[in-house]
């Protein structure tokens, strides 16, 4: 079982609608990540915060908006998102270190834009 | 900037088959490779991964890989599916330096007939 936790596993939202996904872990990692991943796709890197600090944004547009409120915390704040913005959306951390780096995955949030 | 390669995009196999999914990457440095899997509607699971040392690593499963360098390949081999190992595989590398970007292979559908 995963150790990274998200909520809610699944949500439906309108196109005006905010909302947040939630991700905790607890292993003691200092690396947290959001992933989209689209059906039979690899997952696309959204951001990554190193030490609570945003350290790559892919140039994500800015109806996703992230969140680090402390070592153990992530989320994602969504608005006015598009229908083609539904995919899976997968939390991941890791260790912080510049070599051998294991990165574990959340068991995702299924969102839905309608 | 590095990429991966996974020409088998879908690989259908009768129980007790053996397997053998291909990997390759490019760049020219040190890198980490992994292998995860995902079932149908479950998470991205770390299936092993190859950081230094040996290059025939082992994994959950009964699965293993081998690192073959000069080759840029990192092959996923199993000597006896079953059906329950139907899923999606992905192969993703980290380089040197750059240990928080995982970049995923397209990945490989296995379809394990019984």
């Known amino acids: 079982d995963t150790e990274v936790t998200q909520t809610p596993k699944h949500l439906v939202m309108g196109m005006t609608n905010k909302k947040s996904l939630k991700c905790e872990q607890h292993m003691g990692h200092r690396a947290m990540y959001w992933y989209k991943q689209k059906a039979k796709k690899p997952p696309e890197l959204m951001f990554v915060?190193?030490?609570?600090?945003?350290?790559i944004n892919e140039s994500v547009p800015s109806r996703f908006s992230p969140e680090c409120p402390n070592s153990s915390l992530l989320n994602l704040h969504l608005h006015a998102l598009q229908p083609e913005d539904s995919a899976l959306y997968l939390c991941?951390?890791?260790?912080?270190?510049?070599?051998?780096?294991?990165?574990?995955f959340g068991e995702g949030s299924w969102l839905t834009v309608v | 900037a590095q990429s991966v390669s996974q020409h088998n995009h879908h690989v259908i196999l009768s129980e007790a088959a053996s397997l053998e999914l291909g990997c390759n990457y490019s760049?020219?440095?040190?890198?980490?490779l992994f292998w995860y899997v995902q079932y149908p509607g479950q998470h991205l699971q770390l299936l092993l991964k190859?950081?230094?040392?040996?290059?025939l690593v082992k994994g959950i499963k009964g699965f293993e890989a081998e690192f073959i360098k000069s080759k840029f390949s990192f092959n996923l081999r199993k000597p006896s599916v079953q059906w329950s190992d139907t899923a999606e595989y992905f192969c993703a590398v980290t380089a040197s330096g750059s240990a928080r970007q995982l970049t995923f292979g397209s990945g490989t559908q296995l379809t394990v007939l019984p």
């Open positions: 991941a951390s890791s260790q912080e270190r510049t070599y051998g780096n294991t990165i574990y």
């Open positions: 760049y020219g440095g040190t890198v980490n």
């Open positions: 915060y190193s030490y609570e600090k945003l350290s």
């Open positions: 190859y950081f230094s040392g040996d290059p």
